[in-house]
């Protein structure tokens, strides 16, 4: 993470902070990670403590004067709960809207209805891509997360059963179809045609969401078979109103913030003119920002106002969404600062430089670039970005079909084993109340699998196309 927006990828493009070698900034990488694993693992430091201090430990050991990794981790913190805090902040009040009005019972009581059993992973995987194709990462999760802890315990089912499948649905949808910033990108820096980088992109997506999604949950509920965390689940509306929303009504506010951003993606694919009236009024009405702030505003009415709240209750909602996400926040804040103090460091360069080298082939090269970069920044965006720059090249005497199929190469190396230093890593950790042990063996192996299976598929269409 941040996967927000191309332009917070200018921010990235900085001196490095050191002009430490190689070697020396890969033991600083190793030395940063297990400076935060200890700290979190052993000893039990918050995880916002713990990235600090690993932060800190990874410009001491690159040799980085102390003030400018300051410098880098304030920054990194600073853009990351802009961009996404506040993000989670409307996220909660939404839920919590959702839940006070009985709402979210309406929804889970009706996906509980149509669609039990074996079916509600698969239901949840649907639910999650569609809505994930026009949302960023966090936007979809902040959307989702109160559904699915609900169905979860209200149904009985394993966290990891739902929440795994619904993940997969996002994280699938970020790395492999456009509009997503990071294959908009990819596509622009390889000229690829991007109506065939989306075909062939849903192509590799379906099957790789499914093994990834529904067929993996089911291992990852026996790994890590814990319950929805009590302090994240909306609580069931008391009994005492008299009426709640109605399904219609609760689902047309949830998807508010999705059409709204679609809108705006298509609106930039068919207008695709910066200065035409009709793209800029869609830019912002269609921002992750305004979309979900205008769904916020509108459940007051279709959420608060349907189950009878007056203005004083709706006011003390809102207040009582924001208590439990300030941890959170503090936490995906300082993962994006160590993140960007990775970034400064000149890891990423380093990992450019080294890979510069290799004799593979192309496809391969492109995954096996954006992994190294991910491994190292924690930044799918990063990722993407770096190893499209340095691949475009072999695009030039590529047919159309195969410059689409690099992009999607690059978009899956970049989901590659999200841990610690992505902020993304500590998101899921904190919503689902895991470990940070047992977050790799779900999110992380999930996020590998995705890489692993899109990456693989990819190379099988190259030799039929």
């Known amino acids: 993470m941040t996967r927000l927006s191309v332009e917070m990828l200018a921010a990235d493009a900085v001196e490095p902070i050191t002009s430490a070698g190689h070697a020396q900034l890969g033991i600083a990488v190793l030395a940063g990670i297990a400076v935060i694993v200890l700290l979190i693992t052993r000893f039990k430091l918050h995880a916002f403590l713990a990235l600090t201090i690993g932060s800190l430990a990874l410009g001491a050991v690159a040799g980085a004067p102390l003030d400018k990794v300051i410098g880098s981790f304030t920054t990194g913190l600073g853009s990351t709960v802009a961009g996404v805090g506040v993000l989670i902040a409307l996220g909660a009040i939404l839920g919590k809207l959702l839940a006070d009005s009985g709402g979210a019972d309406q929804i889970v009581d009706t996906i509980l209805a149509k669609a039990g059993g074996r079916a509600m992973p698969w239901a949840m995987v649907l639910i999650a891509s569609v809505i994930g194709l026009p949302l960023f990462f966090e936007v979809g999760i902040v959307l989702l997360i109160p559904v699915v802890l609900m169905v979860a315990k209200r149904g009985n089912y394993s966290l990891m059963r739902i929440g795994i499948p619904a993940l997969a649905g996002l994280s699938v949808m970020h790395g492999l179809i456009p509009p997503h910033p990071g294959p908009l990108v990819a596509i622009d820096a390889v000229k690829a045609n991007l109506g065939v980088t989306l075909a062939l992109g849903v192509l590799v997506a379906i099957p790789t969401v499914i093994i990834a999604g529904p067929v993996f949950s089911r291992y990852a509920a026996r790994w890590v078979d814990v319950p929805a965390p009590d302090r994240m689940i909306p609580q069931r509306a008391s009994e005492d109103l008299e009426k709640r929303p109605g399904f219609?009504?609760?689902?047309?506010?949830?998807?508010?913030?999705?059409?709204?951003?679609?809108?705006?993606?298509?609106?930039?694919?068919?207008?695709?003119?910066?200065?035409?009236?009709?793209?800029?009024?869609?830019?912002?009405?269609?921002?992750?920002?305004?979309?979900?702030?205008?769904?916020?505003?509108?459940?007051?009415?279709?959420?608060?106002?349907?189950?009878?709240?007056?203005?004083?209750?709706?006011?003390?909602?809102?207040?009582?969404?924001?208590?439990?996400?300030?941890?959170?926040?503090?936490?995906?804040?300082?993962?994006?600062?160590?993140?960007?103090?990775?970034?400064?460091?000149g890891v990423g360069q380093m990992i450019l430089d080294i890979s510069k080298d290799w004799s593979i082939p192309a496809l391969l090269l492109a995954w096996l670039i954006a992994v190294a970069i991910r491994l190292a920044t924690g930044s799918a965006t990063v990722a993407t970005i770096s190893a499209a720059g340095l691949v475009a090249p072999l695009a030039a005497d590529m047919s159309t079909t195969h410059a689409s199929l690099l992009v999607l190469a690059i978009g899956a190396g970049s989901l590659f084993f999200s841990h610690v230093n992505d902020a993304g890593f500590w998101l899921v950790k904190e919503y689902f109340g895991l470990s940070v042990g047992q977050t790799v063996k779900t999110w992380s192996v999930m996020e590998t699998i995705i890489s692993v299976v899109a990456g693989g598929l990819v190379l099988l269409l190259s030799l039929v196309i």
């Open 248 to 345: 219609g009504a609760t689902l047309a506010t949830m998807l508010l913030p999705v059409v709204l951003m679609l809108a705006k993606a298509l609106v930039d694919i068919v207008v695709d003119d910066p200065t035409h009236m009709v793209q800029r009024v869609f830019d912002v009405i269609g921002s992750p920002l305004i979309a979900l702030l205008a769904a916020v505003i509108v459940g007051m009415f279709t959420l608060g106002r349907a189950a009878g709240f007056t203005k004083e209750r709706l006011s003390t909602t809102v207040e009582k969404s924001l208590a439990p996400i300030a941890g959170i926040l503090l936490i995906v804040g300082a993962g994006g600062g160590f993140k960007q103090t990775l970034i400064d460091s």
